[in-house]
């Protein structure tokens, strides 16, 4: 299991060849690339992500054991990354590996509700109008219900 939080972008084809090269008991690799949107008016400039170091890596970690254990996962990656980020850019990806591809779907999708909604990052969205916080949507804490 690796956990990364970075400033850096990362190689979608060179992490999802590392992370499902070693395998020969798995049946799935399921993959999600978050990409940093445009707001709905069409004006970010960038998004600006904050995180605590230390602190986020324990909670990812968690949050990916918890996966881990739930769905007998055979491993599981998340890549999240922090500072200026402008539309197009990518921003976080999870893969989960698992000997049947319901597990491993399902993990990823539960990775992905909780880095949305629990994850301890901070995001803010700057536009040509000034800068404002990005709030927790409704949707996102409604996704985590279900798990």
């Given at each position: ?7 850096e972008s990362f190689d979608l084809g060179e992490e999802v060849a590392a992370f499902s ?69 990518m921003i976080m990806m999870v893969a989960t590996s698992a000997r049947h591809r319901v597990?491993?779907?399902?993990a990823a999708e539960y990775l992905m509700d909780y880095l949305k909604s629990r994850a ?28």
């Amino acid at each position: 299991m690796r956990i990364s939080v970075q400033a850096e972008s990362f190689d979608l084809g060179e992490e999802v060849a590392a992370f499902s090269k070693e395998y020969q008991d798995v049946g799935a690799v399921v993959t999600f690339t978050g990409i940093v949107r445009n707001n709905d008016s069409g004006t970010l400039k960038e998004m600006l992500i904050e995180h605590y170091p230390g602190m986020t890596e324990k909670a990812l970690t968690e949050i990916a054991e918890r996966a881990r254990d739930r769905w007998n996962l055979s491993d599981a990656l998340v890549i999240h990354r922090h500072g200026a980020l402008v539309p197009g850019e990518m921003i976080m990806m999870v893969a989960t590996s698992a000997r049947h591809r319901v597990a491993a779907f399902e993990a990823a999708e539960y990775l992905m509700d909780y880095l949305k909604s629990r994850a301890p990052f901070w995001k803010q969205e700057i536009t040509n109008d000034g800068a404002e916080w990005v709030a927790a949507k409704d949707a996102d804490e409604d996704a985590l219900k279900r798990w």
